[in-house]
C-alpha cells in the first residue's frame, strides 16, 4: 500500500510540474501582472512595468476602464484583448485591502465551506471564489487562493476521517490520479470554447454543464436518500456497481475499506470524469462522491471521506501550478483556513452521529439548489452572445439572485448537517447518562 | 465504568499561540507577503509550505480546540 502511495504521488508531481494542473478552471484570456508607473489620461493609455519583463510598455486604455481602477505603485492584473495585446480591457488590484468586514466574510464561507466538505467530501468553493470576486479580487486570484486552501483542508479532513476508518486510501489515490489527468482534457475544452466564443461562451458552456450535471446527478442522489430513509435508513449497494464488480478485466483491484473488488478499467474513468469536471465547474466531488457510490459500489461515509484524498491530490497539484503563475493571495488563503480547519474537522466528526444516508441528503439538497443558481446566470449569458435580449438591470438582478442561491445551498448544507450532528450527540449523552444510571443500579 | 479521557489543554493552548502569532506576523507584514510569495523561480515553494505549516499547526490547534469544548467523534461501541 506504501509502495502505491509512492508511487501514485510521483505521478502526480510530474505531471503537475510537465504539464497545466490549474484544476479549477485555467485562467482565461490574456492577462499581466505587474505595477502601472504612468497614467496619461488625455492619451488614454499606461506606462506599465511587467513583472516579467525589465523594460516598461506602453498599453492602450478601452473605453470601458474607469479611471479610478487606474492605481499608480500598486500591483495590478491587466486583462489585454485577445487580438490585440495592447489593448487594456480590464485593471483589477492584485491584492485587495483587508478590512474587518471583508475578512469576516471570508471567515464565515471558509468555516461553513470547510463544514460541508468535511461532511460531504467536497464543496465550498463554489461560495468561495464568487464571494472573493464579489469583494473585488481578480478571478484568476480568487480561484487559485481557493486552490491553495483545498490541499490542506482536504489533508486535514482525511486524515480525521481515516482516523475514524472511513477513508480508503487506495481508491482516493486511484482516482486522485485519474482526475488530474482529466482537468487536462477538462482546460482543452475550455481554452477550445474561450477561443472560439469568449467570455460569455465560455461562462454560458460552464453554466450549462453546470445545470445539467447538477440536475441529473443530484436530482438521483437526492431521490436515492429518500429512498433510503423512507426503508429505514439501510444503504445497499446500487445495481449498476453490483453489475460492475462482477466484470472481471484485469488489472483487479481490492478495496478494503470500501469492501469492493473492482476493475482499474470502472474506477480510473470515475476519477477522470471527476477531473473533467473539476476544470469545468470548479466542484470535481458532484461527479467524484456519486460516482464513487453508484458506479464503484462504495458506501455514502466511504465515498465521502475518500474523496477528500481526491481533493488533496487534485487540489496539490493545482496549487503547485498556480502557485508557479506567481497568483496566489496567501493572506486569503491562510483567511480562508483559518476558519476551515475548525469546519472540516466538525464536519467529519459529524459523519460519525448521523445515518449513512445523511450524506446523500445534503449533497443532493446542495447540488439541486447550486443547479437553480447556475440556471438563474443563464440568461445573461444568453444575452452577452447577442441570442437573447435582456434589459442590462434584469442581468444584474438575475446574477444578484443567483450569488444568493449559491450561498443559500451551502448555508441549507451547513444547517442540515449541524441540526442532524447536535440530535446525534444528544441522544448520544442520553445514552451514556443511562449507562451511568444502571451502574450504579 | 470507563475513566474519562483527559482534555488536550496544553496542546490547545501551545498550538494556539504559535498559529496566532505566526498569523499576527503575516498579517503586519502582508506586503512582504505578498511580494514574497508571488515571485518565480524557489519563491514558488512558499505558498505551498506555508499552507502545509498552517495545516499542522492551526489543524492541531482546532482539532485540541474542539476536544476541549466537548466536541468529539462518537465512540465505537
Sequence with gaps: ??????????????????????????????????????????????????????????????????????????????????????????????????????????LFVGFVGGLVSGFIGSGGAFVLTPGMMSL????????????????????????????????????????????????????????????????????????????????????????????????????????LALAIQKINIPPMIQLKTANVRISVWFTVPVGF??????????????????????????SSLVASASELVVAFTMGFAGSIKWAMAGLIDIRLTLLILAASLFGVQLGALGTTYVKEHLIKVVMGSIM?????????????????LGLISLQPSTANMLMKASFAVMAAALLIGAFIILKNMIRGMRMEKQGEVKIAAHHIK | MKEKKKKPYVTAIIMGIISI???????????TV????????????????????????HGAFASSMLSVLGIEAKKKK
Excluded at chain 1, 471527476?274 to 453508484?294: E, H, N, W
Excluded at chain 1, 439541486?368 to 452577452?384: E, H, N, T, W
Design chain 2, 21 to 31: 502569532v505566526s498569523y499576527i506576523l503575516i498579517f503586519n507584514n502582508q506586503e
Design chain 1, 368 to 384: 439541486l439548489i447550486v443547479a437553480v443558481s447556475r440556471g438563474l446566470a443563464i440568461p445573461k449569458y444568453l444575452a452577452d
Design chain 1, 1 to 106: 500500500m506504501k509502495k502505491l502511495a509512492v508511487i501514485l504521488l510521483a505521478i502526480v508531481l510530474t505531471i503537475s510540474f510537465s504539464s497545466s494542473v490549474f484544476a479549477g478552471g485555467a485562467p482565461r484570456g490574456v492577462f499581466k501582472k505587474g505595477i502601472i508607473t504612468e497614467f496619461n489620461e488625455q492619451a488614454g493609455t499606461i506606462l506599465f512595468s511587467p513583472n516579467d519583463a525589465e523594460e516598461e510598455i506602453t498599453l492602450t486604455l478601452d473605453k470601458s476602464v474607469k479611471q479610478d481602477e487606474i492605481t499608480l505603485g500598486k500591483r495590478v492584473i491587466v486583462s489585454l484583448d485577445t487580438k490585440d495585446h495592447s489593448l487594456v480591457l480590464n485593471v483589477t488590484r492584485m491584492f485587495i485591502d483587508l478590512n474587518i468586514k471583508n475578512m469576516l466574510f471570508i
Design chain 1, 273 to 298: 470524469a471527476t477531473g473533467l469536471m473539476a476544470a469545468t465547474i470548479a466542484v470535481g466531488g458532484f461527479v467524484g462522491v456519486p460516482g464513487m457510490m453508484y458506479v464503484i459500489g462504495a
Design chain 1, 136 to 239: 473585488g479580487v481578480p478571478a484568476a486570484v480568487a480561484v487559485a487562493s481557493n486552490m491553495c486552501h483545498k490541499f490542506p483542508k482536504a489533508m486535514v479532513g482525511a486524515y480525521k476521517r481515516l482516523k475514524y476508518g472511513q477513508v480508503d486510501l487506495k481508491l482516493g489515490l486511484i482516482m486522485g490520479v485519474s482526475a488530474i489527468a482529466g482537468v487536462q482534457i477538462g482546460i482543452k475544452v475550455q481554452e477550445y470554447i474561450f477561443n472560439a466564443w469568449g467570455d460569455a461562451g465560455s461562462n454560458l458552456y460552464v453554466s450549462i454543464a453546470f445545470v445539467a450535471i447538477l440536475v441529473t446527478v443530484g436530482g438521483y442522489v437526492f431521490r436515492d436518500a429518500m429512498k433510503i430513509a423512507k426503508t429505514g435508513g439501510e444503504e445497499k449497494p446500487s445495481k
Design chain 2, 34 to 57: 505578498t511580494d514574497l510569495t508571488t515571485k518565480s523561480g524557489y519563491f514558488v515553494a512558499l505558498p505551498i509550505v506555508a499552507a502545509f505549516y498552517f495545516s499542522f499547526i
